[in-house]
């Protein structure tokens, strides 16, 4: 409606440009043992080694939104290891080599990206398919339907603190939902099963669900360091030493405090919280003792369970069964 | 839309009459100690037996569709022995004792129901809250959505071959569902929330979720021997030696054959009923290596769950907990 | 030195006239099949109940601070009904019977205690072996060995505010330590323990293992629900759905932000409450990762085996087994 | 009886030629370090692959019927490339080394082996210590045993249908009897096995022990992929979805169904195969409920681990240990 | 082979006139309910109880060779409580009733046995269907095979040692062969399915076997006080803090130095007494590291089983199943 | 007192001289990557590689007191291959790499020690902080306090026996206190530690406590074979077949008969070494049945583990974790 600024016209030009650079490359997980590429991918690390024979050469990790790969540089040069760093975009040209079934590139010239080159470390970090903050747009219509307003300030006002670090944190450090704006994709994608079977399960409290969702995983922003890119360099050391489900429960009771909430309807969210993991072996030394409560776990754990399903059959030929996956208990699945 | 016929408006009477009597009888759930009362109750089951001192009397286990009360006749008399038969109907006035925290009624006086007085076996029976052919509609209706045209018909003659069956079975011959029609209820359930998750997981194959949920079960009917008020006696000698997922497997197997079913659809649902209880221990020597094998999994024990949470809680105090389930490893539930 | 007050002389008269009191009266630990007995004890519960014949009768609980005894009025009265009451001290008068290896008694003559007749409930009430005010003051003698000024005064506030329950609150409803006084026992020998071992694993830091101590258990004041006699009646909501852990652990965050404790401290002191039960499947889903927080899982269940085994092997002839004691493992002890 | 036709004295000439040949060449199991070998073996498997210095050379994995052994061609030629095949023979002349405890053959000299060189792969392939067509035989005389005519007329069809495929099919795809007749031979030896200690526990039914143990691995030849040399490719998408275990259990049931076998006979016949593996961990959701499918589980049992010890502490000096077998629970088994 | 003697008539006529006597009796295990009877049984043990109303009467339990029955004597007398004593054989009349699925005598009169009357106990104490006499002779017989004469002289002397106890002395406590001669009975059917498997699986070493059989509980004497009915009163102080496999080695070590045998050997005979309950929740730290240890366990489980089965299938109706039986994991086992 | 004899100067100056040596060279643990050194080592074990590549290199592990580095001596000659053998002491230079956080040591020159260089290989072994004489002086004056004089002669007996080993024997192959004279110091920890809680619990018997913990593991010295500088080779037959656990039960009947200790006493102090894993997984058989049992096993798991979590965060930054330990669970622990 009206004309388009100059200003949207350039970064319409660029989102141009950057889509024909990204039609030209091919996504890491596509790659097949042969091949020839010439494409841009992100450093994810990188480490100077020796082979067995005393030669340097430069092992590097790449990544895009679809993998990684592992790709050498034998030919070790000063320069070459001076235009490595982490984080940065290169363009590398060289073939994909397999090795014991795995893949991995070897790098015969890499270059920097010029400025020139409109392509932004965003578009090639793994991360989830929606928009981050559409997902946390959504994340708070379900706010808006808890009728409790106790819990619903409670959820608003933890929500609001973590506001700017959620729109990036992944759910996890390896695993399912490891990739930006993992935790809040996990989180909605469980709000929106739970909402369904409180269709059928007419006797459940929906405030408790919404609200025992949006907070189970949320310390995980205080467990867990990450970068804006969704990259888990470490556990904390509070979540070492306590972790999410212990830091979740102490975040409602001090944040439900302020706000004087009833000490029921705290104490159940916390109870949530401590549950959910079901099994004291995976950290919950409670189990569930509200309908809630034992929901929960289950939207958690089908989330997760659908994800790496989803994940590991990915690019399987139908009639054909994955390698073990060790997540599943060394399950093969089978793509019908 | 017309006229009512003779025979519906004494029907309609019946009813009534029978509304009457029931409003005017108390639900053995709701029965409190120190209280007397008058009703008409079903025998399930009686013994006349001795005190230590020698004496006779009746013990007798009556139900009605809220759930079961011990009962006794310390007054032993040839015809009131005479009187008392499983499975018929009583008209008993006595007094609710407490005896070590469990309820028990004190016969004063009891006769059978008159053959004037309208109640029905079947409106003392504990059941499923939908009526069974009700449910088998709309479990046809979901059969009517599998598009693949082998499998909606492997379902729909399994469904046929076992039609007046599913009517009464029960899901089990305690726990959750076991009451007339529980096998039909159970499955129902399990059919909508499967749909209703099948819209946030769009990836999975609806066809296979909707068969995998009828199927999976449906050889309780071989397993169990239920009388049509949905009572098991006992196990089949082939549900004891085997069990119903092996009878269940095998029914595919078969049924398929019949229909030359292509053999990897058949081989996928064996592999659904043959996984569903996830754990060896539990009889399932095969983790789920389908995606819609590893949600019918938590259908089945998000159902089952469910069932027996709202069942637990009901009646209990806002505010309190339920003494320990010992079906939900011992936890004490709490009711908000 | 100096003179005794009238007060003094009265006080010392009643001690003495109690003291014949309880010198004529058996303990219950002692009491033998086929004695008679004529003594005060304390009616920890009671019903009334009918016999299989329905002749009314009286079952009672009493106990003496060595022990517990079953009883049965079997000639009920309306007389007796009323003069039993919990909580009353009543004399009896009565014969040891066995039944099926556990001692009963036969209530032939029960009287309430006279006014005149000294003896105090807290006389008759199972206790540890030391005053609780004795026991208070040696664990302040251990917070004033703390060096750290943060932590001792974290630890000074959190006794503070339960000083008076401390006093009365036994360390668990059933099994070890749950007398009047518990509490303040356990820990206090756990103190005493921890610092006899800090004398041979130098490396060890004592205030970590002098707060961890007072700290670890301190919340089943929370957890519980006690009379003043050390009788848990029931676990509190907050402790069903939580458990002492957890309430230790926001405990030490609340209290501990109060007086701007370093994080790194308070965090420490919580990994410390959280992993003293060790195993997952006892309430710990971190095992220790400080040597102190080892060690306090070590002090804990030292002093709760050694409670257990002088108890199990009170009264057991040398050279012969106690019977299998469920609580360990279903051991049968040697008595040397 | 008679004379030998030429054919008989070419095939003699030539049985004696390969002995020759087989008697020049060291056994796999025996090559020791240091030694030079001039031997043909078969090639299992290879693969060409880089050093980390990028250069290339091949990878083979060699087999005789003692053993296997892995190789290396260091330098790599096309047309030794073209010489190595999967299941052919080979003269390799080379030096065995070790590296880290593992034997590896350095080739310095490969060839084909010559029309005129009339060692057959069969010579070379690992397989029962009996012939095929033998133990077949004694089998069907186990057979004959059986007196109950149904069982009986099962059993053989089920022999006949999987006739061919019973000569060469292994038991496993690795592990015990995971050789060419491994199945039979292990079949052979329970049947064995069973019939003497039917002579000691004489109420058992041997008709079921006998089928019983015909039937119960029978459909690994359904679940797994064998060439005719006993080597397993892989497990089929049935057996990997179901297991031999229920393939072999609807097997009796249709098979039973087509003779009209008595229902109780064949439901017993397959509770058998479905206990055999007793614990459910291990594939039986039942345990054996008849004394027949009780003993079978320890027949099966047995036989594994004899052939595992014995296999294990072949060339085992005596007076000393294996190393740790982790098949056998990381054993390390003595030889005296 | 000549003329009876004197004694031999009389011996011959005492056996008649018993023979008589256990012709008319019942068989406690074929007692059934509403049944009259009048007939000798032995007494175990017995209490003088009271009813709930304070009635006194005796509560008697009853055995012979085929099972075990409690008895009430209701009318309470001070002669009839003389006469009833422990160990002894009384000749009762009454009435077989039924109390919740378990049998129970009701004594209308009892009375001593009479000298006259020839029954002995031992004709009414439950024992192997073999007499210990022969047994020992037959695992002497095994013995003779050892081929070692070390080994040989070493399980000869302990078998001497043993001599006497040997002849009446139950395999255990509870449980399998729990009967007079039952350990003679166990190590003999051992001894005879050790000797045919090593038919089949010749590699092994006979002497091992046989004397691992014959030491393998031989200790049992020394962990268990039996009378000499091979009822067993308690453990001893030894076997309780030690258990019958430690002591069972200590045995050896002594016994086999006194002989001076090789240390090999006397270690590889503890080995497997040490080995062989398999798994350490059983009491075996070590698991078999010899075939003729691992074997040894197999005999061992397999006779146990084999008494387990075919005693709780005694006189199960065919195509029907037994009640869970707690010592086979509560298994129903079904009678073909 | 009085003038120092020419022998003491000349020992005191080669200590200096060794003290110098032991000045100028880096510790084990201390070594960082990048840097240079120049020291001496003890070569605990060595081979002859080969590079992928076939070029042939020396693969030796250093230790000195603090640990142990893998180095590598890539130019091999035959000179050096000859100067390096086991147990020899060298002087290296090279420089410190890191590969995958795996330190590694570059060897650029190496020499054999020089016999004017008095550095003794006891002075680079991994030992015991005390001298082992003073450690068994220590043992002995606990022995003193022993009351019970058979008790006392059993342990003198026992400690005589094994006298000279006791002063080297480590108290593991791998593990906690795996080094010269750990057995010794594991045991005198103990003995110390038991002391002091025998303060606490007074009612605990401390004859038995001091023989116990003397005994408990002194049969290690028969399970492995350890040389005089602590290092085990491997573990013995008897070792491997009964293990120490067992041995330490036979050692203490024997010596035990020897001296006819009382039976009740042996039998006590064999429960003790049988119990105190506590776990039957762990090689107890059975649980402590004494208090004196129970506190041995408290005594034995928290010196192994206190040795653990000292070793473990030596050198570790405070406020940072080591990484995971497989010992402790894959605990990461925190040094605070």
Redesign the interface.
């Known amino acids: 409606m009206g004309q388009a600024s100059i200003g949207d016209i350039l970064k319409e030009k660029e989102k141009e440009q950057m889509r024909n650079l990204v039609a030209t490359q091919k996504k890491i997980i596509e790659l097949k043992a042969g091949e020839k590429i010439d494409a841009f991918y992100l450093i994810k690390s990188f480490d100077v080694k020796k ?5 340097q050469y430069i092992d590097i990790n790449l990544v895009d939104k679809s993998g990684e790969i592992n790709a050498k540089i ?1 030919e070790y040069s000063k320069e070459t290891d001076n235009l490595v760093s982490e984080s940065s975009i290169v363009k590398v040209r060289g073939e994909v ?1 397999e ?1 014991n079934g795995t893949k991995q590139l070897k790098i015969n010239k890499i270059r920097a990206k010029l400025p020139t080159e409109t392509l932004k470390i965003s578009e090639l970090i793994p991360s989830a398919p929606v928009e981050s903050s559409e997902m946390l747009q959504t994340i708070k219509m379900y706010v808006e339907k808890i009728e409790d307003v106790q819990i619903k300030l409670l959820v608003n006002n933890i929500l609001d603190k973590y506001n700017t670090k959620l729109l990036y944190y992944p759910a996890a450090k390896k695993n399912h939902h490891s990739y930006m704006g993992g935790l809040l994709y996990h989180s909605m ?1 469980m709000l ?2 739970g909402e ?2 409180g ?3 007419k ?1 459940l ?1 929906m405030d ?1 669900i919404f609200a025992g969702v949006i907070l189970h995983d949320v310390c995980k922003i205080l467990e867990m360091d990450s970068d804006e890119y969704g990259v888990v360099s470490d556990y904390t ?2 979540g ?4 999410h ?2 830091q979740g ?2 975040e409602i ?2 944040e439900g405090e302020k706000i004087s909430i009833d ?2 309807k705290s ?2 969210l ?2 949530m919280v ?1 549950s959910h993991h079901y ?13 809630e409560a ?2 929960l776990h ?1 939207l958690d ?2 989330d997760a ?2 994800f790496d ?2 994940h590991a ?1 990915q690019g399987v030929e139908p ?1 054909s ?1 994955t390698d073990k996956i060790w997540l ?2 060394n ?4 793509k ?1």
């Open positions: 082979t067995t024979a005393g030669k034998w080599l090795w994608r929106q099963s369904k079977l269709q059928i399960y006797f409290n408790y050391m509070e070492k030493l306590l972790g489900i212990i429960i102490k009771e001090i000490r029921e104490v159940i916390q109870h401590l099994e004291p072996e995976f950290g919950s030394p409670k189990k569930p003792m509200t309908p034992e929901i289950f754990v089908i369970r659908m399903f989803e059959l009639g069964f599943l208990d399950r093969n699945l089978y019908q």
